[in-house]
């Protein structure tokens, strides 16, 4: 029973589509993220959200929007997509408390390649 | 602008000995380090951390060595398995309450030859 499932595993599109990839944690956990890692490799947080709020939002495209209907879940949804959208996003869940909160728990990661 | 460097990209070592990944960062603001292990199209998972208040923090075969003068932090693995070949990625942080950021470095791949 995966404990942060993210879907899809790949997604292939052309450039200018619009899509979501759907995030889903099982842990209980009150805080979410999505992080995105580039070709260099950086991991880089892009949103968090705390009890469905928005806490983070870091120098992202507004073509980027992350949704959170209730605590277990954070979509992400990205408009007109561009070639330099292509990248492994990952979805994360930590529960906030001063030990807690860094200690995130990963999903697989969802490749994204724009053609 | 860097702010979480890892400078090997990789590191190869021998089934048995000693692991050594380093990790340097840039602002004395932070004060919570933490290692993740990532394996191919898995997501990182969490390895060890360490506050500022110590220097060291050992679980079991890994061990996390905190420099603060040096802004230096290093993972030690004893003895190597070949099971703990995987990307390792330092991250860092502020504790302080409302803090949800980690920073991540580039990441060092480990090789473990049997």
């Known amino acids: 029973d995966t404990a942060v499932s993210q879907t899809p595993k790949y997604l292939v599109t052309q450039m200018g589509n619009d899509k979501s990839i759907k995030c889903e944690q099982n842990l209980g956990h009150d805080t979410m993220y999505w992080y995105k890692q580039d070709s260099k490799k950086f991991l880089k947080i892009m949103f968090s959200?705390?009890?469905?709020?928005?806490?983070i939002n870091e120098t992202v495209p507004n073509r980027f929007s992350p949704k959170s209907p209730d605590k277990a879940h954070l979509n992400l949804h990205i408009n007109s997509l561009e070639l330099g959208d292509s990248a492994v996003y990952f979805c994360?869940?930590?529960?906030?408390?001063?030990?807690?909160?860094?200690?995130?728990?990963f999903g697989a990661g969802s490749r994204l390649t724009v053609l | 602008d860097q702010q979480v460097k890892q400078n090997s990209p990789s590191l190869s070592v021998q089934e048995g000995r000693i692991s050594i990944l380093n990790c340097d960062y840039t602002n004395s603001m932070f004060d919570y380090f933490l290692w993740y292990k990532k394996y191919p199209a898995e997501g990182p998972t969490f390895l060890i951390s360490i506050s500022s208040i110590k220097d060291k923090n050992e679980d079991g075969r890994f061990t996390v060595f905190l420099n603060k003068s040096a802004k230096h932090l290093s993972l030690h693995i004893v003895p190597s398995q070949p099971g703990d070949s995987a990307v390792y990625f330092c991250a860092v942080t502020y504790s302080g309450a409302g803090s949800y950021q980690l920073t991540f470095g580039k990441g060092t791949k480990l090789s473990v030859i049997p």
């Open positions: 959200y705390n009890n469905k709020e928005l806490i």
């Open positions: 994360a869940s930590s529960q906030s408390g001063i030990s807690g909160a860094n200690v995130l728990t």
